[in-house]
């Protein structure tokens, strides 16, 4: 998807509960906010990238069932990272005892970073900016995270306090100690 960036700092500061209002009253429109305040507007994606995405949430969420560790989240799920950035990755799981005794309502971002998160890189996504995402998930407490890059045939593995691997043309993921027993088959994905 594009990704559109307005700096409203000229006008407002936006903050946290401004950028909540601003989701409730614009439900259609998919929107992050950057630490800095920043508002990112991102466009729909194409059919294959939908595919894509809901493939690894099913798969994600089979594992999850089996295993009753956490709880995993679609794309339009909000986290408050502890930086101040409120983003919603493609895919995300958040391991139980860290959601138990949080008491939000249904309708709040989540106030912390997840476990793990996926991107997906669509056909429109910029690279770089998908990898300072990443960034800024491990930085934020993000344990475990995928950058899939289908049209490079790459997978960026980010793991909290180490530097990226790059893998060419991965038929697996696996995801170590953060999900176990969990393996990704990569061959419907990356085609």
Known sequence: ???????????????????????LANPDLKLERAST????????????TGK?????????GVWNRQTNLGVVFDSSTGFTLPNG???SPDVSWVQQERLDGLNL????????????VI???????????LQAK????RDNGVRLGWLINPKGSTVQIYRLGQETEVLEAPEQLFG????????LNLLDIMN
């Open 85 to 87: 950035a409120d983003r």
């Open 1 to 23: 998807m594009t990704a559109l960036t307005l700096n409203l700092d000229p006008i407002v500061a936006l903050n946290h509960g401004q950028f909540r209002q601003l989701c």
């Open 119 to 129: 991107e997906l890189r669509s056909e429109t996504d910029r690279l770089q900016a």
């Open 52 to 60: 894509r995405n809901a493939n690894l949430t099913i798969d994600l």
């Open 176 to 183: 170590e100690d953060v999900l176990p027993g969990f393996a």
């Open 105 to 116: 309502s249904p309708a709040d971002f989540l106030p912390l970073a997840p476990d793990f």
């Open 37 to 48: 305040g920043e508002l990112i507007v991102m466009s729909p994606t194409g059919w294959e």
């Open 134 to 137: 990443m960034l800024e998930y």
